[in-house]
Structure formats: C-alpha cells, structure tokens
C-alpha cells in the first residue's frame, strides 16, 4: 500500500508578496498541488484543492505523508531569508524542492533541492515523483540537516551564545 496521501503539498498563506500565487498556479496546471493554509478559500477561489492549515504534529504527519513539499518564501531575492517552514519540513522528515533565495546553498546544500522558475520547479516535481530512490536520498540529508540545525535543543544553543554576548 502507498504510504503517501499527496503527490505535492504547499503550506503557506495565499498572500500577493513574492511569486507563490503566481508560480503555484503555473505548476499547478501541469501537477496538481494540495495546499493547507489559514486562508485556504483565497487558494480555492483560485482554483487549488486547498484545506484550512494544519499545526504540530499534525503538520509533521502530513508532512511525511507527501511526497513533496514545495517551499515559497516571502522575499526570495533577499539574501538569508527563507521561510521557517523550511527548517519545520526537514525535521518533519518531508523531501523539499523551495524556490530559491541567495544563500540557502550555504545552510542547505544538497539536503533540499531548489528551484529559480515556475518550469524548473514542474521539471524537479516531475523527476522526483518518478525517481523515488532519488527522493528518498535527498529526503534523508534533510532530515538529518534538520535535526542538527533546526531542533529546538540546537535553536536553543544558539540563544545561549547569544545571551552570553
């Protein structure tokens, strides 16, 4: 039996910063995309399979119950930002193609894989369904990229060196 519930999953606001509506419609017309959100009937308004957002570990089940996330951040040509999201789909255990932002490379290197277009990312989703040892490969790094970087005990390290400055 498949484990997976979805193909390609997006969580994340329909909100007018960024590509994500526009690129998410793009892909979405080749390769359908389930969406979660807060304000999941602007998504179904624009004709997505959406459903209210899901949080803890609800979010961690779907997570590993895709086969793909896709990650949009809110400014993606600003260098060192990117979604939370990123480092919550990684230690869900989920395999991630986001679109890229200038820097990602340095903290994610080949844990996730990324995307600069609406066609390279319908080009990687549909790669990537079919090659699921692949997948699976690129699934694992992330997980433990995400456990070493993103864990609460790592987060909370980093605060500490913070506060003793």
Known sequence: QEKYKHDVVFFGSCIPQGDRKEWLQTINKEIPIKIYSWNYKEWQEMGFDASPAIYGEKFNEMVAYTKICLGFSVYPSCWGYWSNRTGKILLAGGFLIQQYA???E?????????FSSPQEAIEKITYYLWHDKEREEVRGRGFVLGRKKFSSLQRAKEL??????
């Not at 340095?106 to 844990?111: E, K, L, R, V």
């Not at 500490?160 to 400055?165: A, K, N, P, Q, S």
């Open 102 to 104: 200038p820097g990602m």
């Open 106 to 114: 340095q903290i994610f290197g080949d844990a996730i894989e990324y």
């Open 160 to 165: 500490m060196l913070l506060v003793e400055r």
